[in-house]
């Protein structure tokens, strides 16, 4: 089994479409607001799996939050962060699975390319 995606850009049109989405949030939309932590300031994992229940979201927090880099501080304040399904939505839509257990020689088993 590959880690190397097959599409490289996917990963990068993934965390835009976080951004876009986070940015484009009204007050009656559904989405999960999180309160970051004194511990999860330079832990995305940590929220990742209090809010996903598992340690692959980092770059979807990293991007909800609007940091550049990995190493930013992510400081303590309120987060948006998509829903499960609108989670899902987002990895369609840009061809990318952060979950091993979703991938298969470099690209989502849900993928029907």
């Known amino acids: 089994m590959s880690d190397i995606d097959q599409n490289t850009q996917a990963a990068r049109v993934f965390y835009r479409l976080v951004r876009d989405f986070v940015n484009s949030i009204k007050p009656w939309d559904v989405v999960t607001y999180y309160d970051t932590g004194p511990d999860e300031v330079l832990d995305l994992i940590k929220v990742s799996l209090r ?6 979201e980092h770059l979807c927090v990293m991007a909800a939050a609007g940091m550049d880099t990995v190493d930013e501080p ?12 609108q989670l899902r939505s987002l990895k ?3 061809g990318f699975e952060s979950r091993t257990d ?4 470099g690209k989502p088993t849900w993928s029907t390319d």
Request: hydrophobic content about 30%; proline content about 8%.
């Open 92 to 94: 369609q839509a840009a």
């Open 51 to 56: 809010v996903y229940g598992r340690p692959d």
């Open 102 to 105: 979703y991938r298969e020689s």
């Open 74 to 85: 992510l400081g303590q304040r309120r987060i948006a962060l998509p829903t499960e399904a």
